[in-house]
């Protein structure tokens, strides 16, 4: 069963940077697309970024130019870096697996990890 921990996430004054790192295990990290998403309570959980197996990246429209998706096949890490942060980036921030970037982009998985907090506050 594929397993993933969320870390890095924390308080941020706007446009402040931060670093999330997801360690995988229990998958075939490194033929598997990886996929950020974030939640704010009450409303449903959406892709953010998304990094094929080859390194190829995805992002919706309100991470562009702003975060970075990045993956470490030998540590099954991946990774966002979040610049110029905004009050409206404040969610839970998950990561997740799947074996294509489709099934990653619907993030339609039976399992998640606990997340981690955003906060952009002033």
């Known amino acids: 069963q594929v397993q993933v921990v969320e870390s890095g996430g924390g308080l941020v004054q706007p446009g402040g940077s931060l670093k999330l790192s997801c360690v995988v295990s229990?998958?075939?990290?490194?033929?598997?697309?990886m996929g950020w998403y974030r939640q704010v309570a009450g409303e449903k959980r959406i892709v953010v970024a998304a990094i094929h197996s080859d390194g190829r990246t995805t992002y919706a429209d309100s991470a562009k130019g702003r975060f970075t998706i990045s993956r470490d096949n030998i540590k099954n890490t991946v990774s966002m870096q979040m610049n110029r942060l905004k009050p409206e980036d404040t969610a839970v921030y998950f990561c997740?697996?799947?074996?294509?970037?489709?099934?990653?982009?619907?993030?339609?998985?039976?399992?998640w990890g606990q997340g981690t907090q955003v906060t952009v506050s002033s």
């Open positions: 997740n697996t799947g074996r294509t970037i489709w099934a990653v982009i619907a993030g339609d998985f039976d399992s």
């Open positions: 229990g998958s075939a990290f490194s033929r598997n697309a």
